[in-house]
């Protein structure tokens, strides 16, 4: 039998973005389900475009080095454009998020360095063990990109039904000529985004808050 609706309500609601987890590695056949689960999601004419490019142990602990160091020297160049600008409710919902996290981990309005600082927790992995760089054939552009969202979004999900915490980064993809370099991914393939994942931590207080979600009559549009 399917799971029921409330079920997966639950796993929906179960689900958070983790930013800061224990060192305690994943063991591989958990991964391995979950991304046995995460690739039966649909995908446009079942190209199922995505590619996962998985670290553990020291090649975990040699992107987080790359990352920071990058981070340090800054120039962002993403595969995939980012966002021209939020507005409206979009930077509502952006700014709320931002707050709600900084007032959770103790940053004040006006604290730069306290900001900067939470904001490089990006480029740490969060400390997670593990991450996964997912990227999709350039050929096949935003629906490529549009089905590789689909498929993240399944891999948070079956990871928290595995007990795993996770958390989608675009930030990570941001320093998309150094992942091709460092990951040997070709060129062919645009970087989409990065998911650190791995047991989070109870006790931190970045993992003490969660986000709020529209009501339905703030996006959907009844026809009737």
């Given at each position: ?16 973005s983790?930013?800061?987890f ?8 958990v ?33 987080r ?13 993403p ?6 600008g ?5 930077q ?24 900067a ?16 760089i997912i990227?999709?054939?350039a050929?096949l ?17 079956a990871?928290?039904a595995?007990?795993v915490?996770?958390?989608?980064q ?7 000529p ?16 990065a ?6 931590n ?10 709020e ?6 996006f ?5």
């Open positions: 039998m399917p799971p029921t609706l409330p079920e997966l309500n639950s796993l929906f609601a179960a689900r958070h983790c930013r800061a224990l060192s305690d590695p994943v063991p591989r056949t991964i391995e389900q979950i991304i046995e689960t995460a690739q039966k999601v649909p995908s446009w004419c079942n190209a199922q475009p995505w590619k996962l490019t998985v670290t553990s142990g020291a090649q975990t602990e040699a992107l080095g790359e990352l920071l160091r990058a981070a340090d020297a800054g120039g962002h160049a595969d995939l454009a980012f966002p021209t939020y507005s409206n409710e979009y509502d919902r952006r700014r709320t998020c931002g707050w709600a996290l900084y007032e959770a981990v103790g940053v004040i309005k006006g604290d730069r360095e306290g900001s600082r939470q904001m490089r927790q990006n480029f740490s992995l969060f400390d997670a063990p593990h991450c996964a990227s999709s054939p050929e552009g935003p629906y490529g990109a549009m089905d590789c969202g689909g498929f993240v979004a399944a891999f948070t999900l990871a928290r595995a007990g915490a996770s958390i989608p675009a930030a990570v993809a941001s320093f998309a150094m992942l091709h370099q460092h990951l040997g991914i070709g060129k062919d393939r645009t970087i989409l985004c998911i650190s994942f791995g047991y989070g109870p006790n931190h207080a970045a993992n003490s808050f969660r986000t979600r529209a009501d339905l009559d703030d959907v549009d009844w026809q009737d």
